[in-house]
T-cell receptor, first 112, second 114 residues
């Protein structure tokens, strides 16, 4: 059964303190690994898609990487406005519909 | 705003009542998804439309839930005889038919069943 597990569940950082969020997955035939940001009371906002091991993508202070079993979201010198829940999802391997299987998310708090 | 829109943003209802939510996808997107999200969890897939055809439904979607997408444009999700366990955020997402698997989400409808 396809499964996505994120760790840690919650992370507190001081402004400028770099760290990484982990997303471990098991899926039969990966059809994309997706990262989203979600602010309280809002829908998820798309950040990155990764398709193959070794692929990396960057956006401002965020960098996403992918291996055959996990993905990391690296946050460099975070600012308070980076505080949010970060969701990881995989494209369902055996489905042609493109539905996503999500992890439970990592809630990041960046203190000034 | 050319993003995905959902209406209403909040709905409070009493147990046993019926509710209906609407989703307007990005205009050129022919694929539409509904998800449900409870507090502290990631979204869970409910159902999928390609144009007006409903092609997949989750086992989470009981007989009390029905979704439509007439004419392949907006979609509605109806919950009949609501239960307290239906309280959640209902999210709609859309994506284009070709080139890219990214889904773009709306702001969600927060349902509270008293």
């Amino acid at each position: 059964e396809d499964q996505v597990t994120q760790s840690p569940e919650a992370l507190r950082l001081q402004e400028g303190e770099s760290s990484s969020l982990n997303c471990s997955y098991t899926v039969s035939g990966l059809r994309g690994l997706f990262w989203y940001r979600q602010d309280p009371g809002k829908g998820p906002e798309f950040l990155f898609t990764l398709y193959s091991a070794g692929e990396e993508k960057e956006k401002e202070r965020l960098k996403a990487t992918l291996t055959k079993k996990e993905s990391f979201l690296h946050i460099t010198a975070p600012k308070p406005e980076d505080s949010a829940t970060y969701l990881c999802a995989v494209g369902h391997g055996s489905s042609n519909t493109g539905k996503l299987i999500f992890g439970q998310g990592t809630t990041l708090q960046v203190k000034p | 705003d050319t993003g995905v829109s959902q209406d209403p943003r909040h709905k409070i209802t009493k147990r046993g009542q019926n509710v209906t939510f609407r989703c307007d996808p990005i205009s050129e997107h022919n694929r539409l998804y509904w998800y449900r999200q409870t507090l502290g969890q990631g979204p869970e897939f409910l159902t999928y439309f390609q144009n007006e055809a409903q092609l997949e439904k989750s086992r989470l979607l009981s007989d009390r839930f029905s979704a439509e997408r007439p004419k392949g444009s907006f979609s509605t999700l109806e919950i009949q005889r609501t239960e307290q366990g239906d309280s959640a955020m209902y999210l709609c997402a859309s994506r284009p038919g070709q080139a890219g698997n990214e889904q773009f989400f709306g702001p969600g409808t927060r349902l509270t069943v008293l």
